[in-house]
C-alpha cells in the first residue's frame, strides 16, 4: 500500500499584517482603548507559525512511519492506514466513484526488486510483464520498471510517460506491491550498493526460487539490468501464465494523451471502412541490424554496415545478407510486400495502414507499394503536425500509436516476426483472434524469386501463397514447444493459449480441426 502525504500550501501574502497604532488625542474623561503593540502581534504570528510547522514535521513523520511499516510488518498498520483512508478519501456528494480497488495483498516482502529494461516499446512490454511475474513469485516490492534511454532510438521517456503509472500500481495490488522509488535507506547517495545483474534468459520457476531469492534475501536489493526474455515460454505454473497476461491486457494502459490520439487515429480509418495494419519493419535500424540489403544499392549497403559496427552491443558483424534471406530471416522489403498483398488477394482500394517508422529510402522505396495501393496512410498523413509534436523523438511513444491502430484493425500483416508483431498478434488472438496474416518468409522467398525470373506464372505464384498461408491466418492453436531451444519455439506472447480459454472448453477451442498446421 503506498501512502500519500499531500502538500500543505500557506500563502504568506495572505496572512493579516500587524496593525501600526496611530497618535490618538487624548480626553481626559473618555480613556482611549488598549491597542496592542507591534511586538505582540509579531509574536502571536511567530507562535501560530511554529504551530503549523510543527503540525506538517508530525504528519510527514507519520506518513514516513506508516510507508516503513507497510514493507516490513504490513499488519502492524494496516487498521492505521484503513483509518486515514476513511477519513482522507470521503467522495465529494454528486460525483461517481471510480471502481472499487482490489484488496492489497498482505505479504511479508523479502526485498526490493528494481529492473532496467532494454529494447524497443514491445520489448520492453513484455519484460515487464515478466517482472512483475518475478517478483510475485518470490514475494518482492517491485520497484517502478525504468525504460531503456540508450538503444539506437534514445528515447528519453520514462514509464508514466507511456503507461499510466496509477493505474499500473492500483490494478495489480492484490498480486504485487510496486513502489515508485526506493526507500532514501536502499539508495546509493545514503551509501547502499545493491546487488546488479541480468537474469538468465528463459529461465524457469526454480531458477528464480533457488538462484535469485537466496541473493535477494541477502542483498534485500536486487538490480536486474537487463530484462529480455528472462522468464521461460513454458512449463511455468498457470497461476503466474495468466499474471503475465494480466499485466499486459490489462495493466499496462498507455497514458491518457496516447489513447486518446490512438482512438482517434482509428476512428479515421474505421469511418472510411475496413483497413489493413501492414507492419513494414524496413527502417534503418532493423535493416543495419539485420544485415539485410536486399533491393539496396551498393552505398545505402556499405551505411547500413557501418550503423551495425557502430553498436558494440550488436553482436553479429559480418553477415551476408542473400543467405539470411533464404532462410527466412529478413524482412521483406516494400516490393515484395506489394506483390504478396496482391496475391493474398487484397483488393486495390483497400485502406493501408502502415505500421512503422521512417522507411529506409523513403518514397523511392514505398513507390511500387503506392502504386498497387493507392490509399496508403499513416500516422503522419492522418494527423496534423502540431498533435504529433508532442511524440517528437520519443519513439516508443510513436510505436505506442501503432500499436493501438495495429490491434483494432480488421487484418494484420506483419513482414518481420519482431516484438511489435509478437505482442499484436497475442493481443489479437485475446480479443477473439482476430485476423493476422503471419507469413512465412522463407518459403515466400523462394515463390518470389521464381515469379521474378519468369518460373513461376502470376496465377501459379498467388495461388500457392493463398495455400502456404490458409492455416497461417492467427487461428487458435497451441504453441510449439522445443526444448533446450527457446529461442526457436513459440514466444508467449504472441500465443497465451492458457488465457484464450475463459468460458470456454480448452481441449474444444484447440481441437485438431482448429489447430494450424505445424510450422
Not at 215 to 241: C, E, G, M, Y
Not at 257 to 270: D, N
Not at 394 to 422: I, W
Amino acid at each position: 500500500m503506498e501512502v500519500r502525504s499531500e502538500g500543505v500550501h500557506v500563502r504568506c501574502d495572505k496572512l493579516p499584517s500587524p496593525r501600526i497604532a496611530s497618535p490618538v488625542i487624548q480626553s481626559p474623561k473618555i480613556p482611549s482603548p488598549a491597542i496592542p503593540s507591534p511586538g505582540i502581534a509579531r509574536t502571536r504570528l511567530q507562535v501560530w507559525f511554529i504551530r503549523l510547522c510543527s503540525s506538517l514535521f508530525v504528519w510527514t513523520c507519520l506518513v514516513q512511519l506508516v510507508a516503513v511499516g507497510e514493507f516490513w510488518s504490513p499488519h502492524l498498520f494496516s487498521n492505521l492506514t484503513n483509518r486515514i483512508s476513511q477519513i482522507t478519501q470521503t467522495p465529494a456528494q454528486g460525483v461517481l466513484s471510480p471502481p472499487p480497488l482490489p484488496p492489497a495483498r498482505n505479504y511479508t516482502s523479502n526485498g526490493f526488486l528494481r529492473v532496467s529494461c532494454n529494447g524497443g516499446l514491445n520489448q520492453m512490454r513484455a519484460a515487464i510483464c515478466d517482472m512483475v511475474t518475478v517478483a510475485r513469485l518470490l514475494n518482492l516490492t517491485l520497484v517502478v520498471p525504468e525504460l531503456d534511454k540508450t538503444s539506437f532510438w534514445a528515447d528519453p521517456s520514462n514509464f508514466e510517460d507511456i503507461f499510466d503509472l496509477r493505474h499500473f500500481i492500483d490494478s495489480l495490488r492484490d498480486e504485487v506491491r510496486i513502489v515508485r522509488r526506493l526507500p532514501k535507506n536502499f539508495s546509493r547517495k545514503y551509501g547502499y550498493k545493491p546487488l546488479e545483474m541480468p537474469p538468465v534468459s528463459w529461465s524457469n520457476e526454480k531458477y528464480y526460487l533457488e538462484q535469485i531469492l537466496p541473493l535477494v534475501s541477502k542483498h534485500k536489493v536486487l538490480h536486474f539490468n537487463r530484462t529480455d526474455t528472462r522468464l521461460a515460454n513454458n512449463w511455468i505454473p498457470l497461476d503466474l501464465q495468466k499474471l503475465r497476461c494480466r499485466v499486459n491486457f490489462q495493466a499496462l494502459k498507455f497514458t491518457p494523451k496516447i489513447e486518446s490520439l490512438g482512438y482517434k487515429l482509428v476512428r479515421m480509418l474505421q469511418e472510411k471502412g475496413p483497413f489493413v495494419t501492414l507492419h513494414l519493419r524496413y527502417e534503418m535500424d532493423m535493416l543495419a541490424f539485420s544485415g539485410c540489403t536486399h533491393g539496396c544499392t551498393a552505398e545505402e549497403a556499405e551505411e547500413l554496415k557501418r550503423l551495425r559496427y557502430a553498436y558494440p552491443w550488436w553482436r553479429e558483424k559480418e553477415i551476408v545478407s542473400e543467405e539470411k534471406r533464404s532462410q527466412g530471416l529478413c524482412p521483406l522489403t516494400p516490393e515484395e510486400s506489394a506483390l504478396i498483398l496482391q496475391a493474398l488477394g487484397i483488393s486495390k482500394d483497400t485502406q493501408i495502414y502502415i505500421a512503422a517508422g521512417e522507411i529506409y529510402g523513403r518514397d523511392r522505396r514505398l513507390a511500387p507499394l503506392r502504386a498497387a495501393f493507392p490509399r496508403i496512410v499513416k500516422k503522419e498523413t492522418l494527423l496534423a503536425p502540431e498533435e504529433l509534436q508532442q511524440f517528437q523523438n520519443h519513439s516508443s511513444q510513436m510505436a505506442a500509436l501503432d500499436f493501438m491502430v495495429a490491434v483494432a484493425s480488421n487484418t494484420f500483416v506483419p513482414t518481420y516476426d519482431g516484438n511489435m508483431a509478437k505482442l499484436v498478434e497475442g493481443h489479437r488472438r485475446y480479443l477473439g483472434f482476430k485476423k493476422s496474416i503471419l507469413l512465412d518468409r522463407k518459403k515466400l522467398v523462394e515463390l518470389l524469386d521464381m515469379h521474378l525470373n519468369g518460373t513461376l506464372s502470376w496465377n501459379g505464384f498467388a495461388l500457392a501463397v493463398r495455400s502456404v498461408h490458409e492455416r497461417r491466418m492467427g487461428q487458435p492453436t497451441r504453441r510449439t514447444v522445443i526444448p533446450d531451444k527457446p529461442k526457436e519455439e513459440d514466444y508467449f506472447y504472441a500465443n497465451p493459449q492458457e488465457c484464450l480459454c475463459v468460458g470456454t472448453n480448452c481441449d474444444d477451442l484447440l481441437s485438431r480441426g482448429n489447430l494450424s498446421k505445424p510450422r
